[in-house]
């Protein structure tokens, strides 16, 4: 599986973008779709994610802001808007793809390369 992020680029504050991703390749079983992000100095961290059902989790500093969208089975889009400086950061595209019977199950994690977004104040 292959991910493809696109849309990061320079914003003011309060300022917006959409982010999109695309996973391609052998995406049978691709289940949960996230956007992770690392700050300069920081761990990586969740921003919000969507299952192939539609359901949804967002950290709670992106929650009110952010929208994460499922377009098409295999791809997904971030509505961020009311961007902060505190956003700036890489973001990364993620998908979980599960396989195996359903007694044991096994799990594959994909990264996408990561799309910089930077707020300026």
């Known amino acids: 599986v292959q991910l493809q992020a696109s849309g990061g680029g320079l914003v003011q504050t309060g300022g917006s973008l959409r982010l999109s991703c695309e996973a391609s390749?052998?995406?049978?079983?691709?289940?949960?779709m996230a956007w992770y992000r690392q700050g300069p100095g920081n761990q990586r961290d969740l921003v919000a994610s969507?299952?192939?059902?539609?359901?949804t989790t967002y950290a709670d500093s992106t929650k009110a802001r952010f929208s994460i969208s499922r377009d098409t089975r295999n791809t997904i889009s971030l509505q961020m808007n009311g961007l902060k400086p505190e956003d700036t950061a890489v973001y990364f595209c993620?998908?979980?793809?599960?396989?195996?019977?359903?007694?044991?199950?096994?799990?594959?994690?994909?990264w996408g390369q990561g799309t910089l977004v930077t707020v300026s104040s």
């Open positions: 969507i299952t192939r059902r539609g359901v």
């Open positions: 390749g052998r995406t049978t079983g691709i289940d949960v």
């Open positions: 993620y998908a979980e793809q599960t396989y195996g019977p359903v007694e044991r199950t096994y799990k594959n994690e994909f």
